[in-house]
């Protein structure tokens, strides 16, 4: 195994919420949807909708499992489960890259439904992709934990705080090697140490604790194995993956 690499000199800023997780995700999971749009650019059926509940709203995205588009690699109808258990993934890190995130019933069905993240609109992202900036490397480590097939320059979520969200994970934890991002800057490079202390965290929450139990719910048992090995697989080698020789490494287009 690979020395890992020492923590950077700062460490990555963690994001001041509007409102605490647990708020965010009761909300999500209990309050009273209203659509008001739709973004048109997204692939699948994605609503943009505010939640009420009480006193508290917020916006949200709402990507019904009657509006994904059938695709060859993954069973029809489990793209809003695999964005949930990315949420579960990122949660257990405690590096908080995906948006809280809960499957519950909509105006048009079940489906997925996450907190909406104003971004920092003068950020470039394509210098943002290309950057060594330690929250994106974390993201990198997340990505190859999930195994996502589609980490696009502009499913980053930059804040002015400087932590960075990551959005659109419905091609995630796939058995096969599908890992394909624009964030390849670290290939080949020793996992820093952080890295290495949360990846040994969820081999053991995957393998016995209350992670993989959840998993177990949004996703086949197969997958949530191959999951435990891809953990045990970073651990071992102590390196940022290489890419596959039987995928494409980049998704396209790249932003």
Not at 117 to 138: A, F, G, H, W, Y
């Amino acid at each position: 195994m690979t020395a890992p690499e020492s923590e950077p000199a700062i460490k990555p800023p963690s994001p001041p919420p509007s409102m605490h997780d647990e708020e965010a995700l009761a909300l999500l999971r209990d309050g009273t949807l209203e659509v008001a749009g739709r973004l048109v650019e997204a692939t699948n059926m994605t609503l943009y909708c505010s939640v009420k509940l009480g006193d508290r709203s917020a916006a949200c995205v709402y990507k019904p499992v009657r509006g994904e588009r059938p695709l060859w690699d993954f069973p029809d109808g489990t793209l809003a489960a695999r964005e949930v258990a990315a949420f579960e993934v990122s949660q257990a890190t405690g590096w908080r890259i995906v948006p809280p995130t809960v499957y519950r019933d909509g105006p048009f069905g079940p489906g997925m439904c996450q907190l909406w993240i104003d971004t920092e609109r003068e950020i470039d992202l394509m210098r943002l992709v290309k950057s060594r900036n330690p929250v994106v490397r974390r993201m990198a480590v997340f990505d190859a934990v999930v195994n996502n097939a589609d980490r696009k320059g502009g499913h980053l979520l930059p804040l002015p705080t400087g932590h960075v969200y990551g959005v659109d994970h419905g091609v995630c934890f796939s058995v096969e090697d599908k890992l394909r991002t624009v964030l390849w800057q670290w290939r080949g490079k020793p996992l820093a140490r952080e890295a290495v202390a949360v990846l040994a965290k969820l081999e053991r929450d995957i393998e016995s604790g209350s992670l993989g139990r959840r998993l177990r719910e949004l996703l086949t048992a197969a997958e949530v194995e191959a999951t435990w090995q891809r953990v045990r697989r970073l651990l071992d080698t102590g390196v940022h993956p290489y890419p596959s020789e039987g995928w494409p490494a980049i998704p396209w287009p790249p932003i």
